[in-house]
């Protein structure tokens, strides 16, 4: 439990699985935290955060980026259209992106701001119906729609449904990926990282295990 912890544990399941040391980038995923248990982390020097609400994030990391260089802020929920601008100023990636709506949006916003952060495809592997992301039959196409519209994809991005083998779901999204030409796998959370690295995860999201239980709203 704790940075330290996970980073070791990390690096462990990196070489297990034979991958080079820091080929996995450690999300922290800090929502609902508390500010002084996201601000303890930063301190220990750790740059890579991840939040699944816009509104939640905006009320914090302005100031955090104010006391810490070098923040590297991914949103990892889903996105409204309509707060698409306020997340393209905000974060360096996206990991949610998951319908054609979106996918226009964000190119015209890219257009309009002349940047654009990383951008990872939902795949809804065990098509679950309360689920985001594309279902694992439309993917091929909507990467293909996206990388039309010149947005940078840079992976895919799964949440196994909670019930089922997570092995399973990292390997699906790791043949979809590998058939489109994506190095990017966003996949693995506090129980089942260490199995998602060694099905080729490049970016874990790691929230309880480093925070601590997410204090309830
Ligand atoms: C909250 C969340 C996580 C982190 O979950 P933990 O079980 O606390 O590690 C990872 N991914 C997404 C999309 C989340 O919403």
């Not at 992106?97 to 190119?107: I, N």
């Not at 951008?119 to 990467?143: C, R, S, W, Y």
């Not at 010149?150 to 790791?174: K, N, Q, T």
Request: hydrophobic share 40%; charged share 25%; glycine share 8%.
């Amino acid at each position: 439990m704790g940075l330290t912890d996970i980073t070791t544990r990390l690096a462990k399941a990196e070489a297990d699985a034979g991958r080079a040391p820091g080929s996995v980038t450690l999300i922290a995923v800090s929502k609902v935290q508390p500010n002084e248990r996201v601000r303890h982390v930063l301190e220990q020097g750790h740059r890579s955060y991840g939040e699944n609400k816009v509104q939640e994030a905006a009320g914090k990391w302005p100031d955090f980026r104010a006391d810490f260089d070098g923040i590297d802020l991914h949103l990892i929920g889903p996105l409204q259209t309509n707060k698409a601008r306020q997340a393209v100023s905000l974060f360096d990636a996206i990991h949610s992106v998951d319908r054609p709506k979106l996918a226009r949006t964000l190119a015209r916003l890219a257009q309009e701001e002349g940047r654009c952060p990383d951008l990872f495809i939902q795949v809804n592997t065990g098509e679950e119906d309360q689920k985001a992301g594309v279902m694992p039959a439309d993917a091929d196409a909507f990467v293909k729609e996206c990388r039309d519209l010149e947005l940078p994809v840079r992976g895919l991005m799964c949440i196994p449904p909670v019930d089922e083998e997570p092995a399973l779901h990292f390997a699906l999204l790791a043949k979809i990926a590998a058939r489109n030409g994506l190095q990017g796998l966003s996949m693995g959370m506090s129980s089942d990282f260490e199995r998602a690295v060694a099905l080729g995860a490049t970016h874990v999201r790691v929230g309880s295990a480093i925070f601590g239980e997410r204090v309830p709203e």
